[in-house]
């Protein structure tokens, strides 16, 4: 009977154990460690998707250069059918929507012409944008012989049009002043024009600013200024402290490099080093210091050739974070 009975008590204080569940102690330090958990793979996951988003981009502008390479081989001349001198602030006009638009149309809106299409010429002589035509494939311009050329590449990662309409920067609409024609875009989540500049061929120089067409160098900001003279982008990710030589006001109005190039204010070293690697430019980057080529102070980088850019994942157009094409830095 006693044998009986202190197994009993046995069995109960085992059921009572058993039903207690977890003190406020134990609880506390289960959630701790899950927090912990959290805050060291939250890093880890945002990295994965940054690189992800990095290799995806580079994938991107390597498809936009073998584009660009099969048109050079077909037309032994880089893709855009307007020339240097028309574009943005050029003599040529477009009818886009009912609306002749001879200013506004970028480099970046150039390339998808060329490559795609979407130009097609009347019997007037002049040039209409059709968005319909968009990724049909390049048509001769010349209306007496209207020739079609294939696509040089699928009709992907293109802006909606107007990119005004697709960008927010520093929390209010940003104006960007392009045309309806649009624009490959990068592979990040909020989106960005990927940059085209196409050499003046033969051009000495590096980098001009705004100039005509008789005074421009082997790149001039003109190609591009309608993105990097705005600040276009979200989220971006560059401190305050990283804009060197400007003051606290001028902070928010530079938040993008590109969108000067003026060797007065550029020291040269010699022998030049490579740019980023104790140099004096201020960053980000304006575009003569970007292209330079480090080795030689006096000539651009891919001379008389093409240069692909996308802002990276700082969203910030003339970083060290870049994705360039063809990747030199």
Excluded: C, W
């Amino acid at each position: 009977m006693h044998h009986r009975h202190v197994q009993s008590k046995i069995k109960n204080h085992k059921s009572k154990i058993g039903a207690r569940g977890f003190t406020l102690v134990e609880m506390l330090t289960v959630i701790g460690i899950i927090v912990l958990l959290v805050s060291i793979l939250l890093p880890v996951v945002s990295a994965v998707r940054v690189k992800g988003h990095v290799a995806d981009t580079q994938a991107m502008l390597a498809r936009i250069a073998s584009g660009i390479e099969a048109y050079y081989a077909d037309h032994r001349a880089y893709p855009g059918p307007l020339h240097n001198g028309q574009i943005y602030n050029g003599g040529i006009a477009v009818d886009i929507d009912g609306i002749a638009d001879k200013n506004q149309i970028t480099q970046s809106e150039n390339l998808v012409l060329g490559l795609l299409g979407g130009l097609v010429p009347q019997s007037s002589g002049k040039l209409k944008f059709d968005k319909d035509a968009v990724g049909n494939g390049p048509i001769n311009l010349n209306p007496s012989n209207p020739k079609k050329f294939r696509a040089y590449m699928d009709k992907v990662s293109l802006s909606s049009g107007d990119y005004a309409d697709d960008v927010v920067g520093g929390g209010v609409a940003t104006a960007v002043k392009d045309t309806e024609i649009p624009e490959f875009v990068d592979r990040f989540p909020d989106s960005m024009p990927i940059l085209y500049m196409r050499a003046k061929l033969g051009a000495a120089g590096i980098a001009s600013d705004r100039k005509q067409i008789g005074d421009q160098e082997q790149y001039d900001v003109k190609q591009i200024e309608a993105y990097t003279s705005v600040n276009i982008g979200a989220g971006k990710d560059l401190d305050q402290s990283e804009y060197k030589g400007k003051a606290a006001g001028e902070y928010a109005q530079f938040r993008h490099g590109l969108h000067s190039a003026d060797k007065t204010t550029t020291t040269i070293e010699s022998p030049p080093r490579p740019v980023g690697d104790g140099t004096t430019y201020v960053y980000p980057y304006d575009l003569y210091a970007y292209l330079r080529n480090p080795s030689m102070a006096t000539s651009p980088r891919n001379k008389d050739g093409y240069v692909l850019i996308s802002a990276g994942p700082d969203r910030v157009y003339g970083t060290k974070d870049d994705i360039q094409y063809p990747p030199t830095r």
